[in-house]
């Protein structure tokens, strides 16, 4: 679509580029300074999970249009154990990485839309996309 | 004005008074804003940035240091307002569990219920009440076809709805029995067959069972383990305790239980209670047995059942209304 | 509300002291801190209840169930520092009978 850009994540400090990634993209597209921090802490989130359990993968930014709507659309893959129970990682106060508000649950309700889809063995894609309005 | 605009407006003058004067008045408001906020369920980044931009507004000079520090109280605040929209979303979850949990309990009161028979020349109280929704005690009277009352009084080894479930499969079991029933210590150790192999290895239940026949008069009882109830004779006015010992339900398969016979005469009363009785706690530690004695004493002069429901009510003050354990009390006396 | 439990081997007998409460809140803890012990084939277990100030129905239900696990894997169990209130529960649920709760403490004087 030529609207993507991505960021490897490899290490920590890749969870920084991710999140400056997102927040330029974020002012482009005219989101006020909630939304951009919403946008980037949901980044944060989702590039330190790919960190701490798949080890590798990559966060993709991109700008994307519906009708009269734009919005920003996070890409987080990797190829690691994936998950075998996403109704139980998607409940409010399962999180195993920390307390209360982190993890996906977090991570949906920063943002507009959210999808999830992994199995065990096969990574993790997770799309989520939030609106300008 | 939509709720923003409005909650922007106040904001402003709350914060424009304040810097003027440094009121408490205008501190107050600003406790009051907060309520209104956290009912529209304003997280605390959206404040944050809202203070930012009233700042810039009022004094355009502000040093660019001043505003940039705001990005950082922005982002800290983050992880706050993602927690307290889980807070949110898990009282709600509470909310549903709780509606659930009382829907549970209705259901178990229905399966579980019994009737205490109206049986001629016997005065029957009994109650159970649970200390949270579900009740781990149970209690059962049936009259048998040669018209004899039997009474089953039992505690589940652990609580709330584990317990619960539990007891409900005994009651399963109890309606199971052969219409024709048998001895207090056979019912035992058939019920004890079906705790052994049906129930988690870390449950287990006491239970007093215990037939009474009108035509001698007499009680014949035995116990897996169940605290030990109490004999009150009229003629001499003591209380003894109804020993019976016998193991838990549920440990071994092979347990064989003994059983007890004693006579009742005129105004002799039987009673049987759950360890939420006499575990009952209180400032001055746990109720003793003579407490106990002392408080069915105090009512002797009622009806059955009213002295059950008076026990209860006097229990239940001693412990501030909030019941440690499940309580049962059950009196049978003869009349008079 | 609080529980300790302190686990040491001594002699191949592995004891356990337990301090505090044990009710509905504390026995899962006691459980998860001694069931896995109890799975060893043959062991020894004692525990001692001496600085136990409560225990509950709940707690009693931990106990049993250490007890079956350690006589399914040809163990040995027993229980010391029983207070009255604790014997009497014992006894009641027959318990007495089949759970060794009156050898005194490895070397002290009762």
Redesign the interface.
Known sequence: MGNQSCVKILNEWDIVAARQLGRNVAKELGFGTVDQARITTAISELARNIYLYAGQGQICIEKIYDGGKAGLKIIAADNGPGINDIRQVMEDGFSTSGGLGAGLPGVKRLMDEFDIDSSPGSGTDIIATKWLR | MDFREKMEQEYREILINYLKNQSEQSLYQGQLFSRHTLEQKISP??IV?LH?SLLLELYPEVPESVLHSF?IL??VM??????????Q??RN?QMELRTEMEIAANVQQTLLGTSIPDVEGLDIGALSVPAKHMNGDYFHFVVDENNCINVAIA?V????IPAALCMSMIKYAMDSLPENRNAPNLVLESLNRVVEQNVD????I?MFYGMYNPENHTIYYSS?????GFFFQKETEEFSELEA????LG??KKTKYLQFEKEVLPGDMIILMS?GVT?C?TEEG?LEKEELIGYIRKYIHLSAQEIVNNIYKDLERLQHFQL??DFTLIIIRRNV | MNIKIDVKEKDSILAVKVSGEVDAYTAPKLRESIFPLSEKENVKMEIDLTEVSYMDSTGLGVIVGVFKSVRSNNGEFRLVGLSDRLKRLFEITGLADIIDINSQIEGGVQ
């Open positions: 980044e959206e940035s930012k990005d922005l982002e983050m992880g706050y307002g993602v927690a307290y929209r889980e807070h979303s898990l979850k505690d080894i652990g609580k709330g290895p870390s449950m287990f006491t897996a383990g169940h605290e030990p010992r016998g193991l838990l440990i071994d360890d575990e706690r746990f440690r354990d």
